[in-house]
């Protein structure tokens, strides 16, 4: 039997052996958690109960140690775990009045804090608090939660695990829970932890490393029993389609995703992603993608992040009935909108929040992968990951018994818990900029990268654009290393070549899901006298600065009109399209024609909600790629000075006598492509430190 589906032992005794016994737990976690098939970003939890010396007194008390509210074991450190008296926690359980008043016991964890921790406590800690164990896993590995979702998952359990392993009946965490896990663990001294219906695995041992490796055997051992009792059967009752070929995928994901996010960013603007794993291809394609979407996920983090039941998209790859999908999406997604407000209204409670985001989370489409929206990207991509876990859960539950969905009252309780909507309010603000999808073009110069790095800091995500693949991608990873994997994406285009063009904007459906601001900003500089001006020259800058501008424009302009959301173009022009220099003239009337492309977008979006507005920048030497070749040389030349004074120069001749930067620019475009200009359009804005003849009129 093939071993690739089991976990490695990853512990390492030569560094273990360094470590704090505090350093020791984020080890173990980090561990557990660095692998989605043990449990998914965010969650599960891991505690240990230390000896600490307590600041007040001195002496040694039981500090429980545990994953705090809101954090990931594969990626948190020590500031993630909440830290809790256990004398303290002890005298919980005498003042719980049962399973009706469970939700006050959480306002009590605060006052067990230990050392003034500022992370709060999870709802899960009475589960960890309350197991005499020093050191305990809960996770949600694929492989036991196929088991825990099985109809019969109480008899599997015993027949995988021979004793070893318990099981507990469906509960929703809380301090019921907590005491259920005492019980059985205390009356059951012989037990290694606890599988539990529909939701997950406890593991416990007292020491460190021996409740890791428990955890990954136990895993391991389900695994291997799944492997080897599904060998030979139909997974997901065989395969219906076959999958279309990438650059098709490709094709729809772009053709759909922005027109899904138009008709679902009312309440909430939506940021996309596309998965394509072979997980995802297996299931879309499968006879059983109907049936088994319709029963909806079990693990409670499952449905948190992806609703209770996906969209599945009623395309026929065979027939490739992509136009039939498209013109049927407003009313297959009012049905869903309407399944979800019937899902609520029976299921709703006296003081339950009120009906949220009825929208769908997850869309499968057949032949093509699965799309997810969420408010960001980050939470997107997770969503997909987390069906990704919901999808080899129900391979491995239906291939050796029959997987069981969550009831939907069980799933409400949890969806609409009054402590998860509690917490949602207590989420930060959103930025001006979250939410909206931004393309800039010449992104690896120094306009392009300041711009990409003030919109990425309100927000945004950025699709970088530029001709240089090399700078392009020192300007990705830049991008990356400052606001995360998930803000930004690039791709190589020339702004001449209208195949490159419509790529380019395509990949922004792709990598997003649409399109909101559009940057136009790639460039070049020339000068010479009129008379030695070749046609070469002159149709170099038309193709760029005039040709160039208009192709991103078109093609932008239509995908921004196919989403209907609105949107915001700002052309990064020139003083020169409005006051002509000596010397320049095939620059200056591509500039020119820029800026009067800007106004006829400026006429023809604004029925659409679509603002056009232009930003005229002067003498942006710092970090500008114009201003390191043979452009400085000329206008250098054309004033009689060495390149070294060239921007002193410019300072001096400006109003206000300041240099301009990069930044400086930044600043404009970001005030046309938020809200703060919400009633600009076929605007300019001149940033030049006060440049007289250059006065708009």
Known sequence: MSTNNLLPNLWNDAHASLLTAPELLQYRSNLLGSDMRVTNYGGGNTSAKLEMDDPLTGEKTTVLWVKGSGGDIGSMGLDGFSTLYMDKLNQLPNLYRGLEFEDEMVAYLPHCTFNLNARAASIDTPLHAYLPYNHVDHLHPDAVIAIAASKNSRQLTQEIFNGDIGWLPWRRPGFQLGMDLHKIATENPHLKGVV?????????????????????????????????????????????????????????ASRLMPLIRGKTSEKQRQIGHFNQSDEVLQFVNSQDLNRLGKLGTSCPDHFLRTKIRPFVVAYDPEKDNLDEVIASLDNDLAAYREAYAGYYNRCKRDNSPALRDPNPVIYLIPGVGMLSFAKDKATARIAGEFYVNAINVMRGADSVSEYVGLPEQEAFDIEYWLLEEAKLQRMPKPKSLAGHIALVTGAAGGIGLATAKRLAKEGANIVLMDIDEDALSIAQATLVKKFGKDAASSITMDVTNEDDVVRAVKHCAVAFGGLDIVVSNAGIASSAPLEETSLALWNKNQSILSTGYFLVAREAFTLLKQQDMGGNMVFIASKNGLVASANA???????????????????????????????????????????????KEERASAYKLSTDDLEEHYRQRSMLKLNVFPED??????????????KSTGNILNVDAGHAPSFTR
């Open 196 to 252: 539990l219906e529909s939701h997950g695995l406890f593991t416990w041992a007292n020491d460190n490393k021996e409740c890791y490796q428990l955890s990954i055997d136990i895993i391991n051992k389900a695994q291997t029993w799944l492997d080897k009792n599904s060998a030979g059967k139909a997974i997901f009752g065989g395969e219906r389609f076959s999958t279309l070929a990438d650059e098709k995928r490709q094709e729809i």
């Open 665 to 678: 620019i930044a600043e404009a475009i970001y005030f046309f492509a938020s809200d703060a200009s919400s």
């Open 585 to 631: 003239s095939a620059y200056c009337v591509a500039k020119a024609a820029e800026i009067q492309l800007a106004r006829c977008v400026a006429l023809e979006g604004a029925p659409l909600g679509i603002r056009s507005n232009v930003v005229n920048p002067d003498a942006v030497l710092r970090g500008s790629k114009i201003w390191t070749g043979k452009w």
